[in-house]
C-alpha cells in the first residue's frame, strides 16, 4: 500500500509507468527500505535497481529475487510489487531469525517489465542477461517522443549514492514471486501455485498506409482505404487462431489517421499479440498471420514488423522442487500452475536455475485498478519464498 502511493490512480489503481518521476520516487523508497535492513543498493546503465545483503562468502555468486515496479497506465498494486516486497520482506525474516546464508541475495527490480511506455517490455531483464544491448533499445521513444536511452539517463542520475555495476555478473537463482493474473488459484482455493513454466509469444506492429480521399466523393473501388484493410487483416487473423481454442490472440492498439468522419483513413497503425503453450502453434501462426496482412491488404500498403519472439519454457527442476518443498514443509496448499503471462523470469532462465511462485488474484484481474490479492494469500507466498530464498542462498 506503501509504494502504491507512487503514481497513485483516484480510482485506487496505479499509473507508475517505467522510467517516469513516479517510479523514480518509488525507487528511493525502496533504497531507503533497503537500507533501514543494512541492504547495499547499486544498479546498472539498465536502471535496473538491486538490494544486495551479503552473505557469508559474499564472494560467490548472489541468488536474486524480486520482479518488477512500474505498471500500466492503469495498473493495479500488486502486479510486479508483490515480488519485488516479498523478497525484502523474505531477507527481513531471515534476520529477524538470526540465519545468515553463505551466498548473498540480492532483491531486484527490473526495469520496465510491463512494456506500456517503452515498447516491447522486460527492458531491464534482457539487458542484464545479454538478450539486447544497450545499444540496439537507446532509440526506442514513448508516445512523446521520449528515447528510451535518455529517459534511462534521468532515472540514474536521480540514484542518491546509488553505485552501477555491470551488466553479465554470474547468478546462482533467480525465483520471482508473483500474482498469478489468472483465476485457477482462486477458483481452487489454492494460495501457492508453483510455475512449471510460460507460453509462447510473438508480438508485432503492423502499418497499413493507403490515401486519404473524401468520404462523399471518392468511389469505393477507387479508394485506397487504410482502415477497411486493417480491419480485413484482423478478421482473417483472430479466424485463424480460432483453432486450436486455447489460442490467445489480442489486438490492443489501434490507431487510425486522420481519424476524421468524413475522410477515407490513410493510414492504420495496430499491435497483433499471439500466445499458446505449443512452440509449433505460435509458428504455424505466425506463418498464417504473415500470409494474411499481404492478403487481405488490397490496394494499400503493408508493412509487418515482428517486435517479439519468446518461445514457450520450462523452468528449472531444481528450483521448481525447492518450492514445492518449502510449501509442504510449511503445511501450504499448493499445486503446479503455468503462466499464460510474460514475466522476467522468461530471460533470466536462460542465464540461471529460475523458478516462479505465484498467489491468487481475485477473479484473476490484472492490469486494473481492480487488481487485488488477500493478505493471508500474499504472506503463504512470501513465507514459502522465504525458506525456498535461504535454502538456494545456504546450498554448497
Known sequence: MALAAFGARPDGGVDRQTL???????????????????????????????????????????????????SQPTGGKFDGAY??????????????????????????AWTNEEGSRFAPGMTGSELF??????????????????????????????????????????????????????????????PVGIVSGIQG???????VTGEAAHAGTAER?????ALMAAVRMVAAADRAAMDPPDTKLTVGLFQVTPNAPSVVPSEVFFSIDLRHPENAVVDRLDAAIRQIVEAERGPCQVVL????????????PEIRASLSRAAAALGIAHRDIYSAAGHDARPLHYACPTGMIFVPCRDGISHNPAEWAEPSDLTAGAKVLADALFALADAP
Open 201 to 207: 509469444t510473438r508480438r508485432y506492429r503492423v502499418r
Open 129 to 190: 542477461t545479454g538478450v539486447k544491448t544497450l545499444d540496439q533499445i537507446a532509440d526506442l521513444s514513448d508516445g512523446d517522443g521520449v528515447r528510451l536511452g535518455d529517459a534511462l539517463a534521468a532515472v540514474l542520475a536521480a540514484d542518491t549514492d546509488v553505485p552501477r555495476r555491470p551488466f553479465g555478473r554470474s547468478v546462482a537463482a533467480f525465483v520471482e514471486p508473483h500474482i498469478e493474473q489468472g483465476p485457477v488459484l482462486e477458483r481452487e482455493g489454492i
Open 20 to 70: 517516469t518521476q513516479a517510479e523514480i520516487e518509488a525507487r528511493a523508497e525502496l533504497v531507503r527500505w533497503g537500507r533501514a535492513l543494512g541492504l547495499k543498493p547499486f544498479t546498472d546503465a539498465g536502471a535496473n535497481l538491486f538490494l544486495r545483503w551479503d552473505g557469508v562468502e559474499p564472494d560467490l555468486p548472489p541468488v536474486l529475487a524480486g520482479s518488477h515496479i512500474d
Open 305 to 316: 514488423n515482428q517486435i517479439q519472439h519468446a518461445s514457450s519454457l520450462s523452468f528449472a
Open 221 to 225: 473501388h477507387e479508394r485506397r482505404d
Open 83 to 108: 515480488g519485488v516486497l516479498a523478497a525484502l520482506e523474505a531477507v527481513q525474516a531471515m534476520q529477524t531469525a538470526g540465519l545468515h546464508p553463505r551466498r548473498s541475495i540480492e532483491i531486484v
